[in-house]
């Protein structure tokens, strides 16, 4: 057996809120290659730099939190015309949450960790996962 991995997604919460009505994760405006990184039952924690792309008030916060399905990612039709790839995630309920009030405690966030975010996702320790996912399924 496979340890699960845990991922950081990088995506306004606009967009958060679409994948998780519906199930599923989108990354990187429906790239394929960081969906292939993650693997069924690993975590994928959206964070939220702003409430919509491009021009959307700064938000900075954890806004979604879930559990890779065991289904390979495919390929559907988005929003606005196009297509883009998706992955089933099985999303928890969980409070939007702050980086601000987490960064003290977490990892990846020691030094410049906007190098990091830019990649649109990023691998994260177990323990930082464990710091992000108490604090938003705290209720």
């Known amino acids: 057996m496979t340890t699960a991995r845990h991922w950081v997604g990088v995506v306004s919460r606009e967009h958060v809120m679409i994948g998780v009505e ?5 990354l990187n405006h429906g790239k ?8 069924p039952g690993d975590t994928l924690i959206y964070y939220s730099p702003r409430t919509s792309d491009p021009d959307g ?3 900075k916060a954890f806004t979604a939190s879930g559990t890779a399905r065991d289904k390979a990612p495919y390929q559907a039709e988005m929003r606005m015309g196009g297509t883009g790839y998706r992955l089933d ?3 928890q309920k969980a409070t939007e949450t702050p980086i601000a009030s987490l ?10 960790w906007g190098m990091l975010a830019r990649r649109g996702c990023f691998e994260i320790s177990e323990a930082d996962q464990q710091v992000i996912r108490a ?3 705290k209720d």
């Open 22 to 26: 519906a199930g599923f994760a989108m």
């Open 32 to 39: 394929l290659a960081p969906l292939k990184r993650i693997a």
């Open 57 to 59: 008030e700064v938000l």
């Open 89 to 91: 995630i099985d999303w």
């Open 103 to 112: 960064s003290e405690g977490l990892e990846f966030t020691r030094g410049n």
């Open 135 to 137: 604090a938003m399924l």
